[in-house]
DNA sequence: TTTT
DNA sequence: TTTT
């Protein structure tokens, strides 16, 4: 049954790509959203005068083609809608505690902001088919 | 900016509410979102040909007047649709580790069974008012 | 950009499917979706007591693979999760009137009730693998 | 049950609002959603290479307090990203045919631009707190 | 821990 | 035209 979530937000660093043994590629990057905090149904602000907001910061996944794209047309900063589902994951720490952290696995990515050029080795621009805009 | 979760699912346990002491009540519940798995393009079926079925195990909150309509109406094995956003949390644990967590915040919900009818003190049903279908 | 729908509902008729000239195969069905009716913030009763919902009849539109999996498994009165995408039409009707449509392209079919099991010609069940639980 | 459209996409015309005799006020416009054509997986370009895009064009409806929000801070151009609902109309047109139309209702509209600012008749800049971020 |  |  659906499992869906839509995030918009900035990328809050460049992606990463690494290759597993079985030859599946995964990239990772994190992505920030923001609302604006209300308190009895009004704007929270600070003693600046400045809206406070509360951020929270995603773990984003994606595998093979569309982590391709991404490594290549997304970098920290940009602006990104993002597609998905959320994942839980286990682990043991290296003192033995277990550890369970949250993903949300990227089925489609839209570029909100310009998107970045890549050249490749030989100079020239990566095709244009790869940027879902 | 956006960050939207829609889950359809099966509630884990029944549902649980405490209140802070500032008077705001909260409710939890968890839920299970299924999918099956796919292998190159296949569904995965065990050694007694039953699909394999990732399952996650989401943790929903809900407060005050959306929390105690899920308290009065939702059971454990009901099939619910929880429109929310994700909240990631942090907190320290008694051997003093950093643990985070990840909950979703529920903003709606619907009953996609046929929700579970409370009595009042007075032997009476609960006001339908509460049930948002 | 993003142009996501999500309707949870019941399915009013039957679904059909016809095919193209092109050797693609389209299916149709509608699907109701209702809230209960608000005024002032107070749920809104009829003259018996009942709440007022109100109902949108969505169609929806499913091609090959998908489609086929709707025609075999859904009926009238079966509850689903649809995730799709809206898409509007335009034609010139008999009275070389300009119309105008909307419907909503399926990506994705959740069934949210028992799925109809359908027999093939050679009486056995059609493959589980195209349900998707 | 849920009726859930999130749109991401351009404002095609300046806002327009008006009030009802019953004192509400209706803001109206339009926004474009597009997506690449594809064509047996691949891309669609034109004859001068550049990608062939299908855009839809949604009209989008808010009342009250969303809709003043929305006239004073977006105007034509202007990227927004849409969460609300569908909604069918059904009008009889001045030959006397039966007309029908669609609309997404607006329950929130976040600004991927910069939002507009303007100014009210004392000069002073219209208070934030109605800007979503 | 749910469900089909 | 569905459903509770």
């Known amino acids: 049954m659906q499992n869906i979530v839509i995030l918009a937000g900035n990328i809050g660093q460049d992606p990463e790509t690494r290759n597993t043994q079985s030859g599946t590629s995964i990239t990772h990057f994190t992505l920030a959203t923001s609302r604006p905090r209300y308190s009895e149904g009004k704007v929270v602000r600070d ?18 083609g569309l982590g391709k794209t991404i490594q290549q047309h ?31 696995i990227a089925e489609t990515v839209d570029f909100l902001s310009r998107a970045k050029q890549t050249q490749n080795e030989d100079g020239k621009f990566i095709d244009d088919d790869d940027i879902p805009f």
Do not use: P, S
């Open 74 to 104: 997304c970098e920290k900063g940009m602006k990104v809608l993002v597609r998905g589902r959320i994942h839980y994951t286990k682990w043991t720490d290296q003192q033995g505690v277990e550890r369970y952290g949250c993903e949300i």
């Open 47 to 64: 003693k600046d005068g400045y809206r406070v907001q509360d951020t929270e910061w995603h773990r984003i996944t994606a595998f093979n």
